[in-house]
């Protein structure tokens, strides 16, 4: 039942902050990062602050999430998510296929992403990586490495529903 998922996924989310950052290369890197290809959960968090977010410079590519609209529009709403972790605020969650994958998801948000809505956050002027922090929780496998909870991915969509009406609506969410 997605319901009886929820504790077991908030569990690993609460006990998961990672750190972003980018190597010599210019390519994302996330510290224990989840494998490829495998689905799930994932959050994303900032210490920028509100004021920052409110004023930032969106990225003008296509498929981008407009966060300095999100920021103005959420901004001192009551069902807004407000999970804070070590001065990192709960911004955004989602969800990712096996196709798709939670580690490929999270470097669309970070480096941008036409297909599908993304905070394209290498093209806004949040670009410091330092600021951001990642969690997640895997549903299914990837060779040898299991998965966080395990969970047929029909369940995802119900899971991520129930966790928002749980916690509150994470700030940058646009559905």
């Not at 977010?53 to 999100?70: F, H, V, Y």
Request: charged content about 25%; glycine content about 8%.
């Amino acid at each position: 039942m997605p319901r009886d998922l929820l504790p077991l996924v908030e569990k690993v989310r609460s006990s998961r902050l990672l750190s972003v950052s980018r190597n010599k290369l210019d390519h994302l890197q996330i510290d224990d990062a989840p494998p490829t290809k495998v689905s799930g959960f994932y959050w994303i968090y900032t210490n920028y602050s509100l004021e920052e977010l409110k004023d930032c410079t969106a990225s003008p590519l296509e498929g981008a999430i407009d966060i300095r609209l999100m920021a103005q529009l959420h901004s001192g709403l009551g069902n807004v998510c407000d999970i804070q972790d070590q001065g990192y605020r709960l911004v955004y969650n989602g969800i990712a296929n096996t196709s798709t994958g939670i580690r490929e998801r999270l470097g669309q948000h970070f480096n941008g992403w036409k297909e599908t809505g993304s905070l394209h956050i290498k093209h806004t002027s949040l670009g410091d990586l330092s600021r951001w922090r990642v969690s997640y929780v895997s549903t299914s496998c990837n060779g040898a490495t299991p998965a966080d909870v395990e969970s047929d991915y029909a369940h995802a969509k119900h899971v991520e529903r129930i966790w928002r009406l749980e916690h509150g609506w994470p700030m940058f969410c646009t559905k």
